[in-house]
Every structure is written in structure tokens, then in C-alpha cells.
């Protein structure tokens, strides 16, 4: 007859070990890493060291935007002569703050990617090769203007960089959105320059089929940039919530606000802060390459104030775009959390950079918002 199993707490055989209860799996007590975070962890003190120069970069950039391309040009002619001094002065100190801190930056990002053992051979050398060509010129653009052979040069290496940051950014979920816009800004920056190629061509030839031609690309250039930027607006409204929702429409409120105040303005409107704003913008559609398809010649040699109101209004995509540039990536950076700081950083220093490439703080910047996602991207998948 079997014997029933006495009742009361069992006690262990003499023979057999103590059991730790350490070692015993507690699946009520979920460990750190049981639910994803949405914070990308950069293990390596050279990653960390690299993506916190972002911020300051982003806000450097901004300041350089303003007030060395903006309000020191503007003033110029305008404002008395300690005022425009005052503006040279701090123009040229942001300017070289935000070359030097780029520089940084890059280099720095640069380290962290070649460091990665994980990182492909291939994005190795690209990274490699686009980042020291970009912090050649840019160090020489420091010292004096570059010839038009150098921001050739220039361009190459930041497209370089830009197609890996764009490929690597968008495989990880996290990271996808900056993929999204590095790869509308290189479509734009590829047709910016081919559009310039192209006008200088056909203007050494006297080719007005060239000169047309050069027109329609940088229309579909302006295009490709509005993409990156309405990309942009989208993301700050779908995932950071009510805070980037309302960065975003103050961020577009404010630059269409200035554009109607710029270019609804005739000379006998004008003001000294209406004429400044206006003469800036003047320089910086006019330098910026052809003009696209659908603006008159007009807006190629006279200052806005000078044109017709059909020819401003014509104007409006341009200085919609270089204005929101200044004030999206103002609206990234304000809209990011502590989890999300990295990415949105550098999807503002993108939007501020306009993908023109061919600049040369300009390409400094979108080069160092690929080589940031190349960093991020590779951090993520790591983790995985």
C-alpha cells in the first residue's frame, strides 16, 4: 500500500547543497531591459562626446544664421555705423563658433563611426573620405573664399556622407525619420548642383536651352527641399506629441509671418528693420543659384523692394524655405525630450543646412547631421 506524503514543510536531503534563492528565476519582478526604452544608449565615451556637441552646434548654427547671415548683411547700408559694425563683429564671432564647433563635431563622429568594429568597411572609407575633404574646406573657407573648383570638391564630400547617413538612418525605427530627411536633402543638394553645373556651362557658352534647363532643375531642387521640411513638420505633429505639434505651427507662423513682412512690403512701405530684412533675403536668393522655372529674371539683379508685387510673390517659396529652415530647427530642438534630444538635434542641424552642400558651413552642417544618424543608427542596432 503506497504511503502518503507527510504534510508540513519538506526538508532538504542531508547530502544536498543549500538552495540559493538568488538563483531561482523571479519572473514577477520584470529586470530594466524587460520593456524597450525609446533612449538610444551610446555605450562608447567617444559616441556620447560626439552626439552632445550636437546641441550646441544646432544652437550656434542658428545664431550664425541669423546674425551673420541675416542682420550684418542686412543693416549694411541701412543702420548707423557702430550698429553695423556691432553686427559684423558678432556675425564673424558666431560664424567661426559654429565652424569650430562643427568641426569638432565631425571629427568626433568621424572617430566614432571608424571605431565602431561593426561598422561595414565600405562606410568606413566613404565616411572617412567625405568627412576630410568637408573639414579641408571648411578650415580653408575660415581663411578666404573658395573657388568655384573647391566647392566642387566640397560638394563631393558631403554628398559622400550624406547618401551613408541617409542609407544607415533609415533601416532602425528610431532613426528612420532623420533617414527620411537626409535622403530629401541629398536629392535636393544633387539637383542644386547640377543645376548650378549647368548654368555656368551654359552662361560660358551662351546657351539660353542651358540656361532654361538649369532653371526647371533648381525648381525641382526648391521642391525636394520643401519635401524635407514639410517631412519635418509632419514628424514634429505624429510623434512628439501636443509640444511638437505647437513647436511646429509656431515655427511656420513665425517664417510665414516674416515672408508676408518682407515681400508685402513696397519701397515707399519700407522701414529701416523692413529694408534690412529685405535686403538680407535679396542676397541670399540671389546667391543661392539659378533661379527656379517660374521666377522672372528680375528677381536675379534687383533687391526685393526694387521688383514688381507678381515678381515678389513669385519669391514666396524661396523665402518661405530659407526662413523656416532657421525656425524648424528651432522647433526640433524645443519639441525633444531627453530620449529623443540626439535625433531631433539632428534633424534640426539638417533642415538648417537646406541641403545646400556646396556652402561650405552649410555642407559642414547636413554632414554632421549624417554622420550623427550613421552613429545613432549603429548604436540602436547594437543594442538589439
Given amino acids: 500500500m503506497p504511503s502518503t506524503p507527510p504534510e508540513g514543510p519538506q526538508k532538504e536531503p542531508s547530502g544536498s547543497p ?65 550698429t553695423v559694425l556691432a553686427f559684423r563683429r558678432w556675425g564673424g564671432l558666431t560664424a567661426l563658433t559654429a565652424a569650430i564647433l562643427g568641426l569638432a563635431t565631425l571629427v568626433s563622429l568621424t572617430g566614432a563611426t571608424v571605431g565602431n568594429p561593426r561598422t561595414s568597411t565600405t562606410t568606413r572609407l566613404v565616411s572617412t573620405f567625405g568627412a576630410g575633404l568637408v573639414c579641408t574646406f571648411v578650415a580653408e573657407a575660415v581663411a578666404r573664399p ?16 550624406l547618401v551613408s547617413g541617409s542609407v544607415e538612418g533609415l ?16 536629392l535636393a543638394s544633387l539637383l542644386r548642383v547640377t543645376a548650378w553645373g549647368i548654368a555656368l556651362r551654359a552662361t560660358l557658352k551662351g546657351s539660353p536651352g542651358g540656361l532654361a534647363a538649369s532653371q526647371a532643375i533648381a525648381a525641382c531642387a526648391l521642391v525636394a527641399e520643401m519635401g524635407a521640411h514639410g517631412f519635418l513638420v509632419a514628424y514634429l505633429v505624429y510623434r512628439p506629441g501636443v509640444r511638437g505639434a505647437g513647436m511646429a505651427i509656431v515655427g511656420l507662423g513665425v517664417a510665414f509671418a516674416l515672408t508676408t513682412w518682407a515681400l508685402g512690403t513696397t519701397i515707399e512701405m519700407a522701414g529701416a528693420g523692413r529694408d534690412a530684412l529685405q535686403r538680407a533675403l535679396s542676397l541670399r536668393v540671389q546667391g543661392s543659384g539659378p533661379m527656379p ?3 522672372a529674371q528680375a528677381a536675379q539683379t534687383q533687391e526685393i523692394v526694387l521688383l514688381e508685387r507678381p515678381v515678389r510673390l513669385q519669391l514666396v517659396p524661396l523665402v518661405m524655405c530659407e526662413l523656416s529652415s532657421i525656425t524648424l530647427a528651432v522647433a526640433a530642438l524645443g519639441s525633444a525630450t531627453r530620449a529623443t534630444l540626439p535625433v531631433m538635434a539632428a534633424m534640426g542641424l539638417a533642415a538648417l543646412s537646406r541641403g545646400q552642400v556646396d556652402t561650405p558651413v552649410r555642407a559642414l552642417q547636413l554632414a554632421t547631421a549624417a554622420l550623427a544618424a550613421l552613429v545613432l543608427s549603429r548604436a540602436v542596432r547594437d543594442r538589439a
Fill in 18 to 82: 543549500p538552495r540559493d534563492e538568488a538563483s531561482t528565476p523571479r519572473s514577477a519582478e520584470p529586470g530594466p531591459s524587460s520593456e524597450p526604452s525609446s533612449r538610444i544608449s551610446l555605450p562608447e565615451a567617444r559616441d556620447r562626446f560626439g552626439i552632445g556637441l550636437l546641441v550646441p552646434l544646432l544652437l550656434a548654427g542658428v545664431a550664425a544664421n541669423v546674425i551673420a547671415g541675416l542682420l550684418a548683411p542686412g543693416w549694411a547700408g541701412v543702420g548707423s555705423e557702430q
Fill in 171 to 186: 533601416g532602425p525605427p528610431r532613426t528612420r525619420a532623420l533617414g527620411v530627411q537626409l535622403a530629401l536633402l541629398s
Fill in 293 to 295: 522655372s517660374w521666377v
Fill in 146 to 161: 573658395l573657388e568655384p573648383q573647391h566647392l566642387v570638391v566640397l560638394f563631393a564630400g558631403a554628398f559622400a556622407v
